[in-house]
C-alpha cells in the first residue's frame, strides 16, 4: 500500500513545480489546472483526516494517485 506521506510529499512538489508554470500554459492546461486544484482541494482535506481514520485511506490513495497522474500529464503537455 502506498504511504499517504510520500504520496503527500511528491504531490506537493509536483504541484509546486506546475505552479510556477502555469503563467505561460494554454487555456486548455489552465482548465484542466483548475480541475486539478479542486482535487487538490479534497485530497489536502482528507489527508489532514488521514491521521485519525485509517477508513479514509483507500479512498485518499485513489485520489492521490489521480492527482500525481494529472500532474505527470500536465507536466508534460508544458514541456512541449
Known sequence: MVDIHDLKRDLK????ELDLKMHLASLEAK??????EGKWQSFSSRARLEDTADSVGNALVLLG?????GYKRLR???KD
Request: aromatic fraction near 6%.
Open 31 to 36: 482548465q484542466e489546472w483548475a480541475e486539478l
Open 76 to 78: 508534460r503537455a508544458l
Open 65 to 69: 494517485e489521480e492527482l500525481k497522474q
Open 13 to 16: 512538489t509536483l504541484r509546486e
